[in-house]
């Protein structure tokens, strides 16, 4: 081959391998690690303390307004003391963020679970796990098991109600979408309809004014309501496990929320190291027994 050729024919080689190299640059890279730390699933991921929350260095917590005993205190999330408080500031120190990091938000108990961009970085509000609500959120594992209760002013006919047939002819009501409206619908299954209220204090207020025989309600509320706020009622009975997975109580994210692994995380170190069952025991342990109605 002519010199001049071989030189030519060098010349377009070095050039197609420099070519091939940048396209090779310039190509999609595997995006493993990059998904992975968007999905929250590596170490990086949940580095404590610099997470990727709605504002840097800060953990939003959302709750409802007011914010109910025993899950909170003095209607005041921020100071620390009743159930969810003290759990949500767990967390947060799982996380890697001190009591000062924390900002607290108002969401109304629906709004929290609706479809849609959340404000926050997790909602802590009795909020059921559901399958229903895992097509609008994401949930962290559950922080607490819960059973719902029916209260009935003292000396009524719901009042003396021994089963689930007892109250069959009863007018009910409960705050609207929650899991005690279901039970009220799905376990009940009542000759009336019941009736929904947008908060808990409207049912608690029905049940006074006699428009209600009876409300259901978690059963941590339901001690709390007969103790402390409508002493003239009672606890009818709590509605039994009838097997399965219990119903728990959830933190709430945003759906496909970066931080839904890393809280998980933390709520089962929690639970794996005692701090939840103590966290309970503090502010729950009054809630203990309740009759059972089958």
């Known amino acids: 081959m002519p010199l001049a050729q071989r030189a030519l024919r060098r010349a377009v080689s070095t050039a197609t391998v420099a070519l091939l190299a940048v396209a090779v640059g310039c190509a999609p890279q595997p995006e493993d690690k990059a998904s992975d730390k968007a999905s929250g699933k590596t170490g990086e991921a949940c580095a404590k303390g610099a997470l990727g929350t709605r504002t840097s260095g800060r953990l939003t917590v959302a709750t409802d307004e007011p914010a109910y005993e025993p899950w909170f205190k003095d209607d005041k999330p921020a100071n620390g003391k009743g159930f969810e408080s003290a759990v949500a500031y767990a967390v947060a120190r799982q996380l890697g963020y001190d009591r000062s990091k924390v900002v607290w938000q108002t969401v109304p108990f629906n709004k929290a679970f609706a479809p849609g961009e959340k404000t926050f970085d997790f909602d802590i509000n009795q909020v059921s796990i559901s399958a229903e609500r895992e097509q609008a959120v994401d949930f962290s594992s559950g922080y607490y098991d819960v059973r719902q209760a029916v209260i009935a002013?003292?000396?009524?006919?719901?009042?003396?109600?021994?089963?689930?047939?007892?109250?069959?002819?009863?007018?009910?009501?409960?705050?609207?979408?929650?899991?005690?409206?279901?039970?009220?619908?799905?376990?009940?299954?009542?000759?009336?309809?019941?009736?929904?209220?947008?908060?808990?204090?409207q049912a608690k207020s029905a049940l006074k004014n006699g428009q209600v025989d009876a409300i259901v309600v978690d059963l941590p509320t339901a001690f709390y309501i007969t103790a402390a706020e409508v002493t003239d009622a009672k606890i009818v009975g709590q509605f039994e496990n009838t097997g399965g997975t219990p119903e728990r109580f959830g933190l709430v994210l945003d759906k496909g929320s970066a931080l839904t692994s890393c809280v998980t995380k933390a709520v089962d170190a929690l639970r794996a190291d005692g701090t939840l069952a103590s966290i309970e025991k503090q502010w729950l342990s009054e809630a203990v027994d309740a009759p059972v109605l089958k």
């Not at 047939?165 to 009220?184: E, F, M, P």
């Open 153 to 201: 002013l003292k000396g009524s006919k719901a009042a003396g109600a021994k089963s689930l047939a007892d109250l069959k002819g009863v007018k009910l009501g409960a705050q609207v979408g929650t899991t005690s409206l279901n039970y009220i619908d799905d376990v009940l299954k009542p000759d009336r309809q019941p009736a929904a209220y947008a908060k808990n204090d």
